[in-house]
């Protein structure tokens, strides 16, 4: 593909000579014949070294910083966002392979009471679709995929290989779920008795899953004791987490690896919360929060924001504290 027609794909301005290019790289390692792109200003530091045809970069780069140390005027594509630029770009030159044939897989176990739609559904070998199980156009479900009595699948859904729905969970349209997430088990409530042992309180909620969200690999969504626990539209699950009972995430929140969020807890909208962060059950964080990798949030947050800290609070308060100790400690020594 030439420069000139990735420039009118991509919406971008072409600064240089055209060229034929042949595939996608890092900007780190990439050869003669391949685009990369810079939408971190961290990686700008490669350019004057890469070995890519051609690179993708904000309007506001400047390759004058960057001099080259082979003295090859390397043609640019400048655009708005880089990222989405390339993005974008990736669709176009790395199409989707098929993963699922359409159709029934006739090593599958299929319900006479499952309602599965005609309309290019793909079941995958030795899945289980329970009684009741309602699975919508165009979903494609990967070998292994358990999908127990009454969960509904809406439109467009990729379930990879080896997810476990326990029953009554519903899935909307075009979420994708990967593999090993199991998604409607048990939340943990137990009793204690007089006598000191533990009796399980019976949990009868399920989980609710709104549309374009995607659950990473090998996480645990827990059903409510009662009612819902709800992942809201848009939102993006990373891997390993465990979302407890009756937790509620709002819309086009974005949560990262190894994070786990106690039970009846409310997460607002457009939130970020970094990997290996702990949340206390029975709170509330309010809308448009940011909450940086490790911190534990032991109570609700309701002003906007970043956190951080062993004990969350507002990051440049907990930035101060952190000089603070450290000026105290170069004072005693």
Known sequence: MKLTE????VNGELIGEDMDIAGLGKIESSKRDEITFIANPVYEKYFSGTEAGAVIVSKNFNPEKFPRLDN???PLIKVQDPYLAFLELLEVLSPKTE????GIDENAVVSDTAEISRDEVRIG???FIGQKVKIGAGTSILPNVVLLTGVEIGEDVLIYPNVTIYPGSKIGNRVIIHSGTVIGSDGFGQARNPDGTFQKIPQKGIVVIGDDVEIGSNCSIDRATIGETIISKGVKLDNQLQIAHNVFIGENTVIAAHTGIA???KIGANCMIGGKVGIVGHIEICDNVIITA???VSKSITTPGMYSGYRAQPQMQELKQEAFLRNQLRSKK
């Not at 993963?99 to 359409?102: A, R």
């Open 72 to 74: 090859r005027q390397v």
């Open 263 to 265: 039970g009846s807890t």
């Open 99 to 102: 993963l699922q044939k359409i």
């Open 125 to 127: 070998a030795n899945c």
């Open 294 to 296: 490790a911190t534990n």
């Open 6 to 9: 990735i420039a009118n794909i």
